[in-house]
């Protein structure tokens, strides 16, 4: 084993060094320029029939990824101490055989599945902070026992700077006796998943780079799945499905029969269901829009081909949208396997996590960053959802990776919203898209004035003030929607506008949105252009230019500062406006 200290993740190769090196040395698909298709080349049967019948017959607690429980009421208490220091039963996975059993949840179809004879090696790239020993090693453990040892060029083992005790020296001396293939690389400080994955990557030597989480199982005939269809095309990314390690009893059981990946507008991972399609033969690799990030299989060429991670990500979050957006908008496919499953430990929703040093908004930097380079006009619909928050936000300097998505000619992010994840809008509409009309709202009367918040939404009267250049999505001052609740509102937040009095001349101003209350009840007229006010609907939004003021008053036709348009208006959500009221 070859323990190095990393000072910072350059020390030894620049990302574009990297890139150069990996160039310049001749890649599993030069070496083996025929026989890479189904058609042609050799298949083979990758069990290890005789490991699997050993791990059936072997008992034990929690043997077989059966749920186990801690009947020893002396250990509950320090039960509780390491769960909250770890996110999941840690006391309980000391218990547990770091060689145990797994049930075997692939489909029936998997068992009699081949895969290319000839298969190239990879580098297991594993990041851990402050990992729970026994978690690590069982992790170790369960690769090396369930992967042919002829695929495995290295495991790569990058600790972001663990201060517990164990991590340091015995991990040392355990890797050494047990893991010959295992190398352990330590930072000097702490500087988070992300880099750690690319500290990992760049001391990597082989074809592909499969990226694992520290606290995992791997199930039976895992990685060949993974490898087949990138050696198919090297520009294919692949994942396994990931099963559910219980954090309290660390039973191991199916998440669910599979699903696609997708995001909503807060940038939250969320998943969807298969098309029909994907589900007639279980055994097929589905192509999904967004990995959920921690587990993976990528070639080496094509990694560093995409600039590897964004090298301004910190610590974590966001980068599983880049690649993925990268992978598939850059002339890349990424896809599911249902043949290969890898157990995950989710820890506890209420762990507090690890901890960080940083003191400004690292992941919503991280988010906007990739919305900026990526996202095109979309990054909207994440801001919006961010309540003001990203405008507060630097991204930094993103000349590079504007360059490196010129440089590889990359397609649009409208393309990869309308061909690969075409159902995402409607499965997650953005806040607006649901709205009735929405964007800036410009004056007839006054075409260079448009209504305003004039400051913060606290209660103050409205106005109109100077249109922003930008209509679609303005700043939140001017940009309004007629919600899907009947009322005018600040798009995406809480806030609607009332009239003080329901009579001539009365301002308007901000209150709590009431979703449905006639007091906040506005439509828009499209044939007169009124904003009309109240369930009588005799009152109109007008405009005092001289004093960029608005007040309600009955409505005119011939009073062109009582006329408004919209930035967009859904004429068909429009059209059944009155069926949706409220009664």
């Not at 083992?157 to 040392?172: N, P």
């Not at 990946?261 to 399609?277: A, Q, T």
């Not at 070639?299 to 301004?312: I, P, V």
């Amino acid at each position: 084993m070859h323990v190095l200290n990393f000072m910072f993740i350059y020390r030894f190769f620049t990302l574009k060094e990297k890139e150069s090196e990996v160039r310049s040395k001749e890649s599993f698909w030069q070496r083996n320029p025929q026989g890479l298709n189904s058609s042609s080349a050799n298949l083979k049967d990758w069990h290890d029939v005789e490991a699997m019948e050993r791990e059936v017959i072997r008992k034990g607690i929690g043997e077989s990824g059966r749920p186990a429980y801690i009947s020893d009421q002396s250990k509950l208490e320090l039960k509780e101490e390491m769960t909250k220091k770890n996110g999941f039963n840690a006391v309980l996975s000391d218990m547990i055989s770091v060689h145990r059993s797994v049930p075997d949840t692939r489909f029936h179809g998997c068992q009699t599945k081949k895969y290319f004879a000839n298969l190239p090696a990879v580098s297991i790239v594993i990041p851990f902070y402050n990992e729970h020993f026994s978690a690590l090693v069982r992790s170790l453990h369960s690769i090396v026992s369930r992967t042919p040892s002829e695929l495995i060029k290295e495991i790569i083992l990058v600790d972001d700077f663990s201060d517990r005790v164990e991590l340091k020296g015995q991990l040392d001396d355990y890797v050494r006796k047990y893991f010959p293939k295992v190398e352990i690389h330590r930072f000097r400080k702490r500087q988070g998943l992300i880099a750690a994955r690319l500290a990992g990557a760049i001391k990597a030597v082989g074809d592909i780079l499969v990226f694992m989480d520290s606290h995992i199982e791997t199930n039976y005939n895992w990685l060949p799945p993974l490898l087949h269809p990138i050696v198919l095309d090297k520009r294919t990314v692949v994942c396994p499905m990931i099963d559910v390690i219980d954090d309290e009893t660390f039973e191991y059981r199916i998440q669910d029969e599979g699903a696609r990946g997708v995001f909503d507008w807060m940038f939250d991972y969320k998943r969807i269901p298969l098309f029909v399609n994907d589900m007639k033969d279980p055994t097929k690799p589905f192509e999904s829009p967004i990995m959920s990030g921690g587990l993976f299989a990528i070639s080496r060429d094509w990694f560093w081909e995409l600039g590897g991670y964004d090298e301004g990500l910190d610590i974590w979050g966001g980068e599983q949208y880049e690649l993925s957006f990268k992978i598939w908008m850059c002339g890349g496919r990424l896809l599911d396997a249902p043949c290969s499953r890898v157990g995950h430990i989710f820890r506890k929703t209420d762990w507090p996590g690890v901890t960080s040093d940083r003191k400004d908004d690292y992941l919503y930097k991280n988010y906007k960053r990739v919305a900026e380079v990526w996202m095109d006009e979309y990054k909207q619909y994440l801001y919006h959802h961010g309540h003001g928050l990203y405008e507060k936000i630097d991204a930094g300097d993103l000349t590079e990776q504007r360059a490196l998505r010129n440089k590889l000619h990359c397609k649009s992010f409208k393309w990869f919203m309308e061909n690969v994840a075409y159902d995402l809008l409607k499965e997650f509409p953005p806040k607006g898209t649901t709205d009735f009309a929405f964007g800036q709202i410009r004056n007839v009367g006054a075409p260079n004035l448009c209504l305003d918040t004039l400051g913060p939404p606290d209660y103050r009267p409205i106005g109109v003030e100077q249109c922003e250049k930008e209509k679609m999505f303005p700043s939140r001052n001017q940009d309004w929607s007629l919600s899907e609740n009947h009322d005018l509102r600040m798009r995406g937040e809480e806030y609607c506008l009332q009239a003080v009095q329901k009579k001539a001349n009365s301002v308007v101003v901000f209150y709590d949105c009431h979703n449905g209350s006639s007091d906040q009840l506005w439509y828009y007229n499209r044939k007169t252009q009124w904003l009309v006010y109240g369930k009588r609907r005799n009152f109109c939004l007008e405009a005092y230019p001289n004093y960029k003021e608005v007040v309600i008053n009955r409505c005119k036709r011939n009073n062109a500062n009582m006329k408004w348009t919209f930035v967009h208006v859904n004429d068909t959500l429009l059209d059944g406006y009155f069926k949706t009221l409220p009664t």
